[in-house]
């Protein structure tokens, strides 16, 4: 209606025309505020985030097959330089570059990701970080360094038995060697100050029976009876006691059962070792040693793999020795009992005792095995700081 008046006016004068439009449109756009609209500042939109740099961490110079003193540490930033939270990753490792742990997750809230790294082979090696965010990705890569070690590094791995039969005077376990190298030594029981096992390259014998009780502030260790073919002797070095070695040609995933008894004499302990071939049944007497102490065989029951002949350049470079334990057990009051739980210490909270400053050697594994639970030292691998450190005994 309003446009209808419009056209009829503009036919009587143009001037009259232009007020009465003018006022139309004020009484309009007041008509449903008696306030005039006050003008809005305009809303700039944010830009989502965008991947655009990452920033490391320096590195250390480590020796290869040990864990870094500092961890790898790295922040993802935006196109402002602002971190980046939730955005996925993953490491990637030539063989120099070794192993990162986790070797993926995604950034904190912070944007930063941390993780632990463990040298490879000597020389220079690259770690490429790949981060996705969205549908954008972006790789980075950072230089490191792994070097020989400077003395031949020491490697071996305990896992104790734990054992609640605190007196036992007596306990047992099998054990299978799984890989042969010269300079092996798996113990299949080790008690407070003395052990038994198997050797690789013994001082007397290629393949050699060991059994070994140390002095102590009581006295001296004393040889008792020596079994058929025997020898038995002082021995020194890492600390002083006796030692009984026999010529025993053992195999590989073939199970041997060590049994060691402990009864009072003359107010020590003598230790008596007998050991079985699983595959014959052919139980073997091998001797009685004295300690001046009275002994208590649930203390400190463990068993171990070390690498005795020390020769490799690096942690690397040593070869795969393995065996596993099973069957381990403890005589309280007249009777048997299973052990069924282990734990060990992982090597990265220790230290290489021929190169001070640096860790253990971290090449190092313990897992289930058909023939019980396996642990091995050396090779090209590296275990997982998070890796759990308590095991089921089979």
Known sequence: MRYLVGLFVLKASWKRFLFL????????????SPVSPTPMNPITPSLPQMLASVE??????VEAGKMSPRPLTAVVLDQEGQPIAGASYRWEADSHAGWVFP???????NGRIEADWVAGTPGQGHLTLRVQHGTEELAAVVETTSLRSRSPPLSALTVFVQNSFRGADGIAAELTPLTEPVGTYYAALQWARGYAGLQRGGRLYDRQLQ???????QGGAE????GDGVHCRMFGNEGTGRACELNYPWRTNATYLFEVEAAELRGGTSLTLHVTDQSTGARRFIGTLRDARRIDLGHDF??????????????LAQPVRQAAIRNAMARSNGSWHSLTSGFFFHPSSQTDAGNPGTSHCVNIRVESHAHGLAVSVGGHTAM????????AIP
């Open 21 to 32: 439009l003018v006022t139309a449109c004020a009484l309009a756009a007041c008509k449903d």
């Open 56 to 61: 490391f961490s320096g590195l250390p110079r």
């Open 103 to 109: 070797s993926e997750g995604t950034t904190t809230a």
């Open 211 to 217: 059994f070994s009780v140390w002095d102590n502030d």
């Open 223 to 226: 040889v008792v009876r020596e």
């Open 302 to 315: 463990s068993f171990f793999v070390e690498d005795f002949r020390r020769d490799a350049p690096t942690c």
């Open 384 to 391: 997982d700081p998070a890796e759990p450190t308590v095991v």
